[in-house]
């Protein structure tokens, strides 16, 4: 199966700054990569689809990039609902496979 | 509005049986292949599994953890989707969620709210 690791494991933040997440695949995924973001008590929401397409409701702030093995999810002004857990997710392959999680944090 | 609801879950003892139910309702759910995702309490999460439609074959295939001990069944005519987890060990406790990429292409995963399965003797 895919691994996907993704770093770092925290980002400590404040509102307003420029938020890089990581996200390694074990071996190609193509495009094939998603994020979602997870509040404590929420089920999973889709940020980000085929790398770098935001998903329906998501501000511009996001972004996505990469291809391969190597992606980045950007949020370039961190807004107080933005701290959450994010995960990454291989569509390439089956078993899908998420990441471990980048907690952002204030 | 796409409304994906679980039930089922509770409290169970080692190597006992539970079968999860999520009802479906606000796309075609024949049409659309449908998915188990679960999350360990403090952990992330963990693809389970999915089955197709049934006019792409409505095969089931698992997440190397559970396979050979959860199934995963459709009733289409129930807008329902079924997870049958049977051995069930202490490292299944977890909330299940349900999802489909239904309007992927539009740029949604529509998730239940998930229901908790806690294993414990």
């Known amino acids: 199966e895919i691994v996907l690791t993704q770093s770092p494991a925290t980002l400590s933040l404040s509102p307003g700054e420029r938020a890089t997440l990581s996200c390694r695949a074990s071996q190609s995924v193509s495009s094939s990569l998603a994020w979602y973001q997870q509040k404590p008590g929420q089920a999973p929401r889709l940020v980000m689809y085929?790398?770098?397409n935001r998903a329906t409701g998501i501000p511009v702030r996001f972004s996505g990039s990469g291809s391969g093995t190597d992606f980045t999810l950007t949020i370039s002004s961190l807004e107080p609902e933005d701290f959450a857990v994010y995960y990454c997710q291989q569509r390439s392959t089956r078993p899908l496979t998420f990441g471990g999680g980048t907690k952002v944090e204030i | 509005e796409v409304q994906l609801v679980e039930s089922g879950g509770g409290l169970v003892k080692p190597g006992e049986s539970l079968r999860l139910s999520c009802a479906a309702s606000g796309f075609t759910f024949s049409n659309a292949w449908m998915t188990w995702v679960r999350q360990a309490p403090g952990k992330g999460l963990e693809w389970l599994g999915c089955i197709k439609s049934k006019s792409d074959g409505e095969t089931a295939e698992y997440a190397a953890p559970v396979k050979g001990r959860f199934f995963i069944s459709r009733d289409d005519s129930k807008n329902t989707l079924f997870l049958q987890m049977n051995s069930l060990k202490t490292e299944d406790t977890a909330v299940y969620y349900c999802?489909?990429?239904?309007?992927?292409?539009?740029?949604?995963?529509?998730w239940g709210q998930g229901t908790l399965v806690t294993v414990s003797s």
């Open positions: 085929d790398a770098s």
């Open positions: 999802s489909t990429t239904y309007y992927y292409a539009a740029g949604r995963v529509d």
